[in-house]
């Protein structure tokens, strides 16, 4: 699945894009903010996740930012998958990225792509300590359902609390009309 936004291109990794990926991932207060991310992440690691099957249902994409004749240049991940009978939305951007919307417009994009894919409720957690993570989650429509819990973090090597989100994207009297009841959020065009 691709998905160009204004600034963004949010495409699947491919085996290639391995050192890239390793690149923009290897920083520990990234990595530690992450639940199933191994720290230190090793190139056996980014070839691992360059090289996962794609799932049409459940995408992993790269977030990359269009880099003129050199290309693209890889700023993160956002993905869906699926956790104890429910959809889960996570993210990262490599530490040079944060603040400057990336993960909202990429988060944004994710969105739009799961509505279309049909998926109706979706949930993200972040840690306590990440505040910045849960402030990008308000923005995009979700809500804080009032449970913290202990979530494991692979890179920290322990339960973290953490703070859990939810999102319906589709509204209770959603009738198939063309009206966006997710406030702007950007329709999927075919690629």
Request: with cysteine.
């Amino acid at each position: 699945m691709f998905f160009r936004s204004e600034r963004l291109f949010l495409r699947p990794a491919w085996p290639e894009d391995w050192q890239a990926l390793r690149a923009a991932i290897d920083d520990e207060a990234v990595v530690r903010q992450l639940a199933q991310v191994p720290w230190p992440y090793t190139d056996e690691d980014a070839k691992a996740f360059a090289s996962l099957r794609h799932d049409h249902y459940l995408p992993q994409c790269l977030i990359t930012r269009p880099h003129g004749v050199l290309g693209s240049q890889v700023l993160g991940c956002i993905g869906l998958r699926a956790e104890g009978g429910e959809v889960e939305l996570g993210y990262w951007l490599g530490r040079q990225h944060w603040g400057h919307g990336y993960a909202t417009e990429a988060a944004r994009s994710m969105l739009a792509m799961a509505r279309t894919m049909g998926h109706r409720r979706l949930f993200a957690a972040h840690f306590l300590d990440n505040p910045a993570s849960g402030r990008v989650l308000e923005r995009v429509g979700f809500r804080p359902e009032g449970e913290l819990l202990p979530r494991l973090s692979v890179a920290r090597g322990e339960f973290v609390p953490a703070r859990r989100y939810a999102l319906d994207l589709v509204a209770p009297d959603d009738t198939g009309s063309d009206e966006d009841p997710m406030g702007g959020m950007p329709k999927l065009v075919a690629a």
